[in-house]
T-cell receptor, first 115, second 112 residues
Framework: NAGVTQTPKFRVLKTGQSMTLLCAQD?????MYWYRQDPGMGLRLIHY???????AKGEVPDGYNVSRLKKQNFLLGLESAAPSQTSVYFC??????????????FGEGSRLTVL | GNSVTQMEGPVTLSEEAFLTINCTYT??????LFWYVQYPGEGLQLLLK?????DKGSNKGFEATYRKETTSFHLEKGSVQVSDSAVYFC???????????FGDGTTLTVKP
């Protein structure tokens, strides 16, 4: 029962470094999402994808890029990390229904610290 | 645009107390409504959901009723336990859309 798996779970970066967070889901879901969670700010959508080969911007996309080359994987990239990107990042996926999408299935989170 | 407003926390209760966490929303049409729970150090997981007006979602003793007339989806539990201590998020998904809108979360602490 893997569900949604995120790697790495923890990472410390220096300002200006780059890195990629990987999200993998084994539920054959069409939709995948990247959120960030900061104290007192709830969840904010960074980017999302409605299917293989598609991506779209969310609420806070600046400084991030994403790719969905395979249906099961959704990558989040930081090209030049900044201290403001210190956060906990959550990947999620969802299935489609006759009236839209179902509930979200979340990974366990990736804690990123940018010094 | 869509929005979800949750009761501000933190909320601290004694074990066996009654819980209400208020949630109101703004959306066009008929969104699906959700409550998610996040235990310390974990990701969010679905607690309950309702997909149309007057539906009641329930799970683990928690309940919420989709009230279109008041645009609300308040979470209730008759008798909370220490193990219910967590952060609770109200969320909506617009019909036909691929994105969900979340409230800011309400932290619940239950003391023995």
């Amino acid at each position: 029962n893997a569900g949604v798996t995120q790697t790495p779970k923890f990472r410390v970066l220096k300002t200006g470094q780059s890195m990629t967070l990987l999200c993998a889901q084994d539920m054959n879901h069409e939709y995948m999402y990247w959120y960030r969670q900061d104290p007192g700010m709830g969840l904010r959508l960074i980017h999302y994808s409605v299917g293989e080969g598609t991506t779209a911007k969310g609420e806070v996309p600046d400084g991030y890029n994403v790719s969905r080359l395979k249906k099961q994987n959704f990558l989040l990239g930081l090209e030049s990390a900044a201290p403001s990107q210190t956060s906990v990042y959550f990947c999620a996926s969802s299935y489609t229904t006759s009236v839209g999408t179902g509930e979200l299935f979340f990974g366990e989170g990736s804690r990123l610290t940018v010094l | 645009g869509n929005s979800v407003t949750q009761m501000e926390g933190p909320v601290t209760l004694s074990e066996e107390a009654f819980l209400t966490i208020n949630c109101t929303y703004t959306a066009t049409g008929y969104p699906s409504l959700f409550w998610y729970v996040q235990y310390p150090g974990e990701g969010l997981q679905l607690l309950l959901k309702a997909t149309k007006a007057d539906d009641k979602g329930s799970n683990k003793g928690f309940e919420a009723t989709y009230r279109k007339e008041t645009t609300s989806f308040h979470l209730e539990k008759g008798s909370v336990q220490v193990s219910d201590s967590a952060v609770y998020f109200c969320a909506l998904t617009q019909t036909g859309a691929g994105k969900s809108t979340f409230g800011d979360g309400t932290t619940l602490t239950v003391k023995p």
